[in-house]
């Protein structure tokens, strides 16, 4: 008795103490992270204020440059604020919401600068009708500017992971196909596609009436030019492009980010699978840390009115079980 008595009182200090250990763990972890956070803050704020004065130290280079030399020197600024875009666009996974829009207004505003340097020093023709589309180089380098940095995501071939140009058809992957590839998913119309298992990244273009259901991405979730579809998936980013009456079941570690689309819905990830929770593992991040809710608007600046491109879908019109 007096054995099981000591047993006891032995097993409740260790107890105490593995506690106590995954506690330290914890604080660790949490201050770890914090640091981090901080780094990379202090990373993007650094960098992107020297690329930003860059840029305007170019343009006022261009007051006193020879003529010969202004168009060499707008095409440097042009590659320096594709870099500026991208910079941004990277870092969106990390930055608040309220950052984001600060710096969209500098894009805007150092967007603004180039075309007034572009209409004030780049010769303009001598003969045109009226009527006519001014052309020449200096449009050319308004309008590479203005691209949006998803569409200068690199292209990747269907034919290796993914399905393209088909209708009316139930599709499936499972984790074999899938694990740690990127998935494309292109020209589908009135398909039910499932992707069991943990893909790297998922491209979606050009679906109609679709719905998609997808296992954990463990990094991007890019969707473009989608319309009268339903997404189910959970990823650490989602971006959205161009896309118009779409509902989204969703789990996702960072904010949602939306541009040029309209009449989208956002709700909880409520797909379900017996490997499901395996493959968050494999995925790496936190099925606890869910932001459904938290959705970034690029063409909506207001910090005081919500967004009318997306909304929350109402509790009762949610799908529970596919």
Known sequence: MAETKFDQLTD???????MRLAEQEKRKAERERATAAKEQNDFYFSNFTQIKQDIYKKLDECQCADKSKVF?????????YQKLEKFLADSTMFLPSYDIRVAQETLKNIQEAIQDAESK????KKFAFKNKKKAGVGKDIIDS???????????FDINDCGFEKLSN???????????????GLNSLENCIVRIY?????VHASGLRGCTVLIGPVSTSMFIEDCVDCIFAVACQQLRVHTTSRVTFYLHVTSRAIIEDS???????YSWDYKELDEHFELAGFNKSQNNWNMVD?????????????WSILKEDMRVTSW
């Open 12 to 18: 409740r200090l260790q107890k105490r103490e593995d």
């Open 72 to 80: 060499s020197i707008l095409e440097t600024i042009s590659k320096d």
């Open 121 to 124: 020093f780049l010769p303009k």
């Open 145 to 155: 500017l203005i691209k949006s940095h998803v569409r200068q995501e690199k292209k």
């Open 169 to 183: 058809m139930n599709l499936e992957m499972n984790q074999n196909e899938v694990n740690k590839k990127d998935v």
């Open 197 to 201: 298992g943990a893909p790297s990244t």
């Open 262 to 268: 309209t009449e989208l819905k956002f709700a909880p």
């Open 297 to 309: 608007d690029f063409n909506w600046l207001a910090l005081d009115v919500p967004s009318p491109n």
